[in-house]
């Protein structure tokens, strides 16, 4: 069956870094877009960036340009969100979504990312 797979979340300080994994197995990850959401309490689901499935296009929400870096290891099936500079508005648990061309996407557990001192 299809899994992503989130890790590297946890507890960090304001200004400090953390790198997320999007671990993909069941689908070939190569064929689809890979996005980042995340929801703080009380929030909507955000987009926080997304890139295509070679990697050619990449675009972040604008609470997040300049500070996150989303890149892909298509031979790994696996998804990566470098996080750098975080502030504690960017608490939230992180979600990876697969989305292909057409058809359903899915969509990995989510991880916590806490940023306070």
């Known amino acids: 069956q299809v899994q992503l797979v989130e890790s590297g979340g946890g507890l960090v300080q304001p200004g400090g870094s953390l790198r997320l994994s999007c671990a993909a197995s069941g689908i070939t990850f190569s064929k689809y877009e890979l996005r980042w959401y995340r929801q703080a309490p009380g929030k909507e689901r955000e987009l926080v960036a997304d890139i295509t499935p070679a990697g050619a296009m990449i675009n972040y929400g604008d609470s997040v340009k300049g500070r996150f870096t989303v890149s892909r290891d298509n031979l790994k099936n696996t998804g990566y969100l470098q996080m750098n500079s975080l502030k504690p508005e960017d608490t939230a648990v992180y979600y990876c979504?697969?989305?292909?061309?057409?058809?359903?996407?899915?969509w990995g557990q989510g991880t916590q990312v806490t940023v306070s001192s």
């Open positions: 979504n697969a989305q292909p061309g057409v058809g359903r996407g899915y």
